[in-house]
Nanobody, 125 residues
Framework: QVRLVESGGGLAPAGGSLRLSCAASGYSATGNDMAWFRQAPGKEREGVAWISPYGEHTVYDGSVKGRFTISRDNAANTVDLQMDNLKPEDTAMYYC??????????????????WGQGTQVTVSS
């Protein structure tokens, strides 16, 4: 049974940092694209960051580029999201996902098969 479990969410002040982690079990992340998405109340789910199967390529949404960093450890079957210089608008439920997106569409949720249950990130102003 495939399972993705996120951790590391919480409350942070504006300008602060949080590090999210996603652990995969029953599934080998190796060879599969991994990504982080987020969804704020009343808004659609949006892609935040994507990383290629062996970590050589990344893509970020413009709203987080330069502030967030995605990384992966295939030996440990984990994917992390380092979030720095947080802003109140980063407040959302963050989800880890695994799949095979089409090139150029890495941040589209439709291409992801497996999802975690989410971890809440709240940034205070």
């Amino acid at each position: 049974q495939v399972r993705l479990v996120e951790s590391g969410g919480g409350l942070a002040p504006a300008g602060g940092s949080l590090r999210l982690s996603c652990a995969a079990s029953g599934y080998s992340a190796t060879g599969n694209d991994m990504a982080w998405f987020r969804q704020a109340p009343g808004k659609e789910r949006e892609g935040v960051a994507w990383i290629s199967p062996y970590g050589e390529h990344t893509v970020y949404d413009g709203s987080v580029k330069g502030r967030f960093t995605i990384s992966r450890d295939n030996a440990a079957n984990t994917v992390d999201l380092q979030m720095d210089n947080l802003k109140p608008e980063d407040t959302a439920m963050y989800y880890c996902a695994a799949g095979r997106p089409v090139h150029g569409w890495e941040l589209r949720s439709r291409y992801y098969t497996y999802w975690g249950q989410g971890t809440q990130v709240t940034v205070s102003s």
